[in-house]
């Protein structure tokens, strides 16, 4: 081989020069900051499914426990003993303390208020999810706009324990909210515990998935909503009426909680 022949072997042995290696690094780059928040959102976005599919065998826990006791829903929570909040209620029907956790929720450790039942009834409960209750709380029926699916009893003054909502006392089963999404962290940085919302900043804090919330509605099924999608012009889906509330309080602390970054939303 001549010297001209052996200088262009070498030639074409050559690496790759600086800049075609920065090119390649750049390139690599564009492309992981385009895939990664792909990849982050799919994953929260399986982790929103997981949550509905909690929901959906909670709503049919609860569906099966108004079939036994003559079409009446579950309180939210009894405080007259023995204290029983509305998982204990249902946990015969779903036998699973898991179900009860959204996978995008740790819950700080905590559980649900008077869980688990000092007779072995049911566990400790995670907090994750919540009932619509509060009817003989004052102010309750004024905030959701009317009776909520799902009465709230504590023996205040000697009250008698209010009568169970009936399915055939909702105007729409579809379109009224009985269980949501809880974030189990309060302003405070104290987790919330009671087994359901109430009409404040704090205990009507909901878990945000890519901008929707999860809902079990009185018919069983479970769904994503956007919070603000739950109270429009014409349904309110917070009362066995469908009602409207006669004050913005309720709107607004849904529009609150829509804005919530902390929160997920």
Sequence with gaps: MNAHGI??????????????????????AILAAILFPVFAKAR??????????????????????TQDNDENLPYARIDAAPVTPWQG??????????????PDNPGGGKNINNTPAPNGSFPAIPIS?????????????????????????????GNAMPAPTSLAQLVASATTILIGETRSAS???VPRADPEFWDNTNDMRMQGHTGQTNFVFADGHAKSMKPTATLT??????????????????ANMLAAEQANSADGF
């Design 44 to 65: 929260e976005k399986a982790r929103q499914i997981s949550c509905v599919s909690n929901l959906k065998q909670i709503g049919l826990g609860i569906m099966q426990y």
């Design 187 to 189: 302003n405070t940085g």
């Design 233 to 250: 012009s014409t349904v309110n889906m917070w009362n066995v009426a469908n009602t409207l509330p006669g004050n913005n309080s309720l």
């Design 89 to 102: 209620a249902i946990y015969p029907y779903v036998k699973s303390a898991q179900l009860f956790k959204c």
């Design 7 to 28: 200088f262009k072997a070498r030639k074409e042995q050559r690496g790759f020069t600086l800049i075609e290696l920065l090119v390649v690094i750049a390139i690599i």
């Design 129 to 157: 999810y919540v009932a619509v209750g509060g009817d003989d709380v004052p102010n309750s029926t004024n905030f959701y706009g009317g009776k909520v699916a799902m009465g709230y009893y504590t023996p205040f003054n």
